[in-house]
C-alpha cells in the first residue's frame, strides 16, 4: 500500500509516498529513492523488488505532483538537499538511500550537510563535470546539446543528447552532435512543439551537471557512501563522472548490471535489468 503525503516549504509544496509502516517494522532505516530529473513514477519496478522493506519516493520540486511556490524554474542540487532532508525528518530518519543521476548529485550534497539522514548511500551516476579531466569539453558538449534542443526542439535535442550520452571516452573536437542522427532514429518526433522547458535538455540542469561536491565534509561523515556505475555505461559520460567522484571520495566504483536506468521496468519506454540491478542494490546495501 502506498500513502502520498505532501510537505509544505518555504519555496515548494512536496509530494513523497511511503510504502511501508513507519516506524519500520524490522528497525532497520526506511530505504529513500531518489533520482532527478526523474520523479518517484520511475521507481515503481525497482520498488517491486524491495517489498520487504519500508521504502520512500518523492517528486523533486517542479516534477510532477511537487510544484513550486517562489516563481522560479531552476534549482540547485542544495535546495533539493534541503527538501529531501525536510522529508526525512517527517518519515523519522535517518534512512538508506539509492540515488540516481541528478538524484546522486543531491544525495551528495545532503550527506556533506546533513551527515547524520544517512546511514549508506548508493550514488548511481552521478552526472558531475567538474570532477572529469575533460572537464572544459564535457561542459561545451552539453552546451551544444542545450543549443540543437533550444533551436529545433525536443526531439532533436533528445537525439543530440542521446549522441552525447553515447560519446566513449574524453571528449574530443571530433564529438559533434549537429551531426547527431535523425530524431526518428530513435522513435523520436522531429517537429517542433515550441516548448523548451524540459529539466534535462534545458539550461535548468546546468546547476546539477556544474555541482563540485564537498570532498572533505563527505569524508568526514558518518554516512557510508558507495559510488555505483552500470556496466553496460563503461566508459560513457556518467561512467567516467561515476569513476572520478569516486576517486576524489578515495574509492573505487561498484559496479552494477545494465546501464543508466538499470532499474527501469518499461517506465518511460526504457527497460534495464531490473532484477538483477535490484538483487546488486540488496546485496551492496546488505554489506554494512
Do not use: C, N
Not at 159 to 172: K, P, V, Y
Not at 221 to 246: F, K, M
Request: glycine share 10%; hydrophobic share 40%.
Amino acid at each position: 500500500m502506498i500513502a502520498t503525503r505532501m510537505l509544505d516549504t518555504p519555496e515548494a509544496s512536496l509530494a513523497y509516498d511511503v510504502r511501508g509502516p513507519l516506524p519500520t517494522a524490522d528497525g532497520r532505516p526506511p530505504l529513500f529513492l531518489i533520482g532527478a530529473p526523474m520523479d518517484a513514477s520511475g521507481f515503481g519496478t525497482l520498488a517491486g523488488h524491495f517489498t520487504d522493506r519500508t521504502l520512500v519516493t518523492y517528486d523533486p520540486r517542479g516534477l510532477g505532483r511537487s510544484t513550486r511556490t517562489d516563481g522560479r524554474t531552476t534549482h540547485t542540487p542544495q535546495q533539493h538537499a534541503d527538501d529531501v532532508h525536510r522529508i526525512i525528518e517527517a518519515v523519522g530518519g535517518p534512512v538508506e538511500m539509492f540515488a540516481s543521476s541528478g538524484g546522486a548529485v543531491t544525495a551528495l550534497a545532503l550527506v556533506a550537510a546533513h551527515p547524520d539522514d544517512v546511514t549508506t548511500l548508493v550514488a548511481h551516476e552521478p552526472p558531475l563535470l567538474p570532477v572529469l579531466p575533460d572537464a572544459e569539453r564535457a561542459i561545451a558538449a552539453t552546451r551544444a546539446v542545450q543549443a540543437v534542443y533550444e533551436a529545433k526542439g525536443w526531439g532533436h535535442g533528445m537525439a543530440a543528447f542521446i549522441a552525447l550520452s553515447s560519446w566513449q571516452g574524453e571528449f574530443t573536437d571530433d564529438f559533434s552532435v549537429t551531426t547527431a542522427p535523425d530524431p526518428a532514429a530513435f522513435g523520436l518526433p522531429a517537429e517542433d512543439d515550441g516548448s523548451r522547458g524540459d529539466p534535462l535538455l534545458s539550461h535548468d540542469s546546468d546547476a546539477i551537471t556544474a555541482f563540485r561536491p564537498d570532498v572533505p565534509a563527505l569524508r568526514a561523515a558518518p554516512s557510508r557512501i558507495v559510488v555505483a556505475a552500470g556496466i553496460e555505461s563503461q566508459d560513457t559520460l556518467t561512467w567516467r563522472t561515476a569513476v572520478a567522484t569516486a576517486q576524489e571520495l578515495g574509492q573505487e566504483i561498484t559496479v552494477f548490471p545494465s546501464d543508466h536506468g538499470g532499474f527501469l521496468g518499461g517506465e518511460f519506454g526504457q527497460h534495464g535489468r531490473p532484477e538483477a540491478f535490484a538483487a546488486r542494490l540488496r546485496q551492496v546495501l546488505d554489506a554494512r
